[in-house]
Nanobody, 122 residues
C-alpha cells in the first residue's frame, strides 16, 4: 500500500524559509515523478513544483522554491525561501507513475499525502 507522508510545515514570517519533506513507501520511488501542490482556503488546488530527475515550477514560486529528491531515502523535498503571505496553504505531495504526462495536472497523480499546513505571516 502506497503511503506519502509530508512533514515540515509550520509558521514562518514573510521572507523566511521552510523545508517540507515527503517520505514515500510502497512504491518504486525512483520510477515516479514527484510533485508538490497546494491549496489555500477557498481556492482550488494548484501546482507548485514537480521533479522527475528534472524540475519544473509554477511561475509564482520560480526562483524562490527548490524541489529535490533523494531516491535512496524515498523522499522528496520542497525548500521554500523568501516566503510570502500568499504562499499560505496546505501543501500536498503526490506521486505520478507516468513520466510523460503533464507534470502540472493534479489528475495525472495517482497517490497523495495528507497535507501539511504552511502559514506565512506578514
Amino acid at each position: 500500500q502506497v503511503q506519502l507522508v509530508e512533514s515540515g510545515g509550520g509558521l514562518v514570517q514573510a521572507g523566511g524559509s521552510l523545508r517540507l519533506s515527503c517520505g514515500a513507501s510502497g512504491l518504486t520511488f525512483s520510477s515516479y515523478r514527484m510533485g508538490w501542490f497546494r491549496q489555500a482556503p477557498g481556492k482550488e488546488r494548484e501546482f507548485v513544483a514537480a521533479i522527475t530527475p528534472s524540475a519544473v515550477y509554477a511561475d509564482s514560486v520560480k526562483g524562490r522554491f527548490t524541489i529535490s529528491r533523494d531516491n535512496a531515502k524515498n523522499t522528496v523535498y520542497l525548500q521554500m525561501n523568501n516566503a510570502k503571505p500568499e504562499d499560505t496553504a496546505v501543501y500536498y505531495c503526490a506521486a505520478d507513475p507516468s513520466l510523460y504526462a503533464s507534470p502540472t495536472l493534479d489528475r495525472e497523480y495517482d497517490y497523495w499525502g495528507q497535507g501539511t499546513q504552511v502559514t506565512v505571516s506578514s
